[in-house]
């Protein structure tokens, strides 16, 4: 059972291009988070949200608590935004969930 | 700009062996996590800490696993007896002054059980 799903798995871009990764989850969150993980597997954290939208330059993360959905957005991609981005929510009993991950690639 | 460092890199082990991963966190974030991952799978929880005690821990983080502060700057994961299956990037992370902070990554030990 997979408390967070996370489509699509896989994603190939022309640079330019708009991009949305969904992530959906089906326990209740205290938090849900973006993380993007490089091709040499370092992991960074993009975003972590409870409710609405945030921006950080041309990344936006959106959340829907009634629908339990989360939207990664990336706009005018880029070859260099090529990694696999991973959902992962904070439940109310503070444990972790980690989604598969979609992994990115942006062709120029 | 301080970041999390992990020591080593790429540990090599016998199965049924001890090993000890390291971790520095950033200086003043008081909650650390493990977490591992196997292979071509996804990142899975193992254990937070704050307060120098456990505060929540997953299914996997079973007797065979510890952590500890041992001297208010590394954050330690034991793993008493190795399992091949135990073979994995093991990250540490920590955050800030409040639990919902953002948590900063490590670059990750790759764990390899010969």
């Known amino acids: 059972k997979n408390e967070v799903e996370q489509s699509p798995q896989n994603l190939t871009a022309q640079e330019g291009e708009f991009i949305t990764i969904n992530c959906s989850y089906s326990?209740?969150?205290?938090?849900l988070h973006w993380l993007q993980q490089h091709p040499g597997g370092g992991i960074v954290s993009l975003f972590m949200?409870?409710?609405g939208k945030k921006k950080h330059g041309r990344l936006i993360a959106t959340i829907n608590i009634q629908e339990k959905h989360s939207s990664l957005h990336i706009t005018a991609s880029h070859p260099r935004d090529s990694a696999v981005y991973i959902c992962a929510v904070t439940n109310t009993g503070n444990q972790f969930y980690f989604g598969t991950g979609t992994s990115l690639t942006v062709i120029p | 700009e301080p970041e999390v460092t992990q020591t080593p890199s790429h540990q090599v082990t016998q199965m049924g062996q001890e090993v000890i991963l390291r971790c520095v966190p950033i200086s003043n974030h008081l909650y650390f996590y493990w977490y591992r991952q196997i292979l071509g799978q996804k990142v899975e929880f193992l254990v937070s800490?704050?307060?120098?005690?456990?505060?929540?821990k997953s299914e996997i983080f079973d007797d065979q696993f510890s952590v500890e502060r041992p001297d208010g700057s590394n954050f330690t994961l034991k793993i008493r007896s190795t399992k091949l299956e135990d073979s994995a990037m093991y990250f540490c992370a920590s955050s800030g002054t409040v639990r919902a902070d953002t948590q900063y990554f490590g670059p990750g030990t790759r764990l390899t059980v010969l």
């Open positions: 949200l409870s409710s």
């Open positions: 326990v209740g969150i205290s938090a």
């Open positions: 800490f704050y307060n120098n005690e456990i505060s929540e």
